[in-house]
T-cell receptor, first 114, second 114 residues
Framework: QQQVKQSPQSLIVQKGGISIINCAYENTAFDYFPWYQQFPGKGPALLIAIRPDVSEKKEGRFTISFNKSAKQFSLHIMDSQPGDSATYFCAASIRGSTLGRLYFGRGTQLTVWP | DAGVIQSPRHEVTEMGQEVTLRCKPISGHNSLFWYRQTMMRGLELLIYFNNNVPIDDSGMPEDRFSAKMPNASFSTLKIQPSEPRDSAVYFC????????????FGPGTRLTVL
């Protein structure tokens, strides 16, 4: 059973546009929601993360929006650039537990056309 | 500082052969993870070690897969015998404390089983 559901599977955006990737979860115990970015031929790397006590977190052109009641969170990439072309994974976990694990979404392949 | 080191980067083998993948985590990190990435199944956690002890191996697909961590600076993932359906990119990741910490991924090993 997929603990974190991610959509869309692929996304094509024109340079300068806004990229939006959505994720949903069921386990209300999750309290840490990171996003990982993976370039071709590389391993995933942490991009940005949010805790459920805030509804939004912004780092540069990247923003996470979090809706606790709907159990959804999303990544917005403003002014998308060709260099943002990568696969993006959302994830969720119960922070602070050595017995826990990070549950990844299936990933979204983003292509930004110049 | 060196990141997570994996070897080999590419492995091509024939069905039935034994395959050993190697990983050196970031020095000082207490947790190590093995993931498998395929188009069909996305990023799957295979096994997780904390302080060299296997904590969660529920993702290991079957008895053909085994993983060891003899010390804090080395881990292996072995497949014996290998099958074509094992073809995937295998990632090793490490984190400073536990699975809900930021995970630092290696470059991956692309395994092709003919």
């Amino acid at each position: 059973q997929q603990q974190v559901k991610q959509s869309p599977q692929s996304l094509i955006v024109q340079k300068g546009g806004i990229s939006i990737i959505n994720c949903a979860y069921e386990n209300t115990a999750f309290d840490y929601f990171p996003w990982y970015q993976q370039f071709p031929g590389k391993g995933p790397a942490l991009l940005i993360a949010i805790r459920p006590d805030v509804s939004e977190k912004k780092e540069g052109r990247f923003t996470i929006s979090f809706n606790k009641s709907a159990k959804q969170f999303s990544l917005h990439i403003m002014d998308s650039q060709p260099g943002d072309s990568a696969t993006y994974f959302c994830a969720a976990s119960i922070r602070g537990s050595t017995l826990g694990r990070l549950y990844f979404g299936r990933g979204t392949q983003l292509t930004v056309w110049p | 500082d060196a990141g997570v080191i994996q070897s080999p980067r590419h492995e091509v083998t024939e069905m039935g052969q034994e395959v050993t993948l190697r990983c050196k985590p970031i020095s000082g990190h207490n947790s190590l993870f093995w993931y498998r990435q395929t188009m069909m199944r996305g990023l799957e956690l295979l096994i997780y070690f904390n302080n060299n002890v296997p904590i969660d191996d529920s993702g290991m697909p079957e008895d053909r897969f085994s993983a060891k961590m003899p010390n804090a600076s080395f881990s292996t993932l072995k497949i014996q015998p290998s099958e074509p359906r094992d073809s995937a990119v295998y990632f090793c990741a490490s984190s400073p404390w536990g699975p809900t910490d930021t995970q630092y991924f290696g470059p991956g090993t692309r395994l092709t089983v003919l």
